[in-house]
Structures are given as C-alpha cells and as structure tokens.
C-alpha cells in the first residue's frame, strides 16, 4: 500500500504573488479547503510546504504556500505533482479503497487460478474496470461489481474473483 496520493498537478501560477494554479487529481477538489501541508513531488527534488490559502477559479484551485510569495518562486514548479500523506486523506467507508491500493494487486480466481496483476483502474459511467494483465500479456477487463469481484485484499496483496464467462474472451 501507497504511503501518500496524489492530490492535484501544478499547470501554471495565478497572479503575482506566489499562487499557482493546481488541477486536482481527487473526486473532491473542495478537500483542498482542509490541506495544512503538502509534497511536491516530481521536480529536483521533494518539498513539504505549508498551504496558505485556497481558492476556486472554474475546475482548478488557486493555492498559496507559506513559502512562497512572488510569481518568480513559483514559476518553476509547473509540472509538480501535489501529494498527501495517506492520514490526511478522506475516510473511506467499509469495502472502499483507494486506486493506488488496487493497482498491482495479484488477480486470483475463486477456484485459485492465478489470472494475473492489476495495471489500472478504468472509471465508466456504471462502474469502475479493473484492468487486469495476465502472465501471458493479455488484459482482462473486470467489472467492479459484487458478481465478480469476490474479496479485495490490499494489506496481503490479492483480489479474489469469480471469472464471469466471456470476460476472458474479449
């Protein structure tokens, strides 16, 4: 299991006093409101920051950071991806997890089979897909429903699943 998640990709700065403009990587961007800290990430190298304030401007948030206070300080951090530690996350319900907790869980079959390894998690309309690569290189597409997602077991590793027929064919 993942130690942080990304919550959010700087694409620019926002006026001149140091704010950037993030577009979120979360299903609740209003979560940036309750943020005191963050990484960034995927620059030369990491930093945790103290947010300052919070804003909304169409489907990016504006975020200042104690630690920067002109639009020079912060035009090199486009790019960077915003993370947070795994306590600061929502709470999820029973039965829910988080993407980066399935991705790379090993797919078994109720019967034991070995199907394979998850490699992504795909968002439809109806239902989540998990994308699941076999030994062999072949993708499984699963539905995350009740009918073929048996157990998902992300602190030993595994998803247990009924194979509903045809899924294999595709």
Known sequence: MVDRFRV???TGTHGLGGEVKV??????????KKL???????GRDEKKLTVS???????FVIVGFAEYGSIEDVEKLRGTNIEIDRKDAVKLKEGQY???DIIGLNVIEIDGRVIGTVTDVMETGANKVYVTETPEGKEILLPAI?????????????MRIYLMPGLEDL
């Open 146 to 158: 009740p009918d073929c997602i048996k157990e998902i077991n992300p602190e030993e590793g595994y």
């Open 36 to 42: 005191k800290s963050v990484y960034l990430t995927g």
């Open 8 to 10: 959010g990709i700087i």
């Open 98 to 100: 988080f993407i980066p």
């Open 53 to 59: 304030s919070v804003k909304f401007a169409g489907r």
């Open 23 to 32: 577009l979120p990587t979360t299903d609740d961007p209003q979560r940036f």
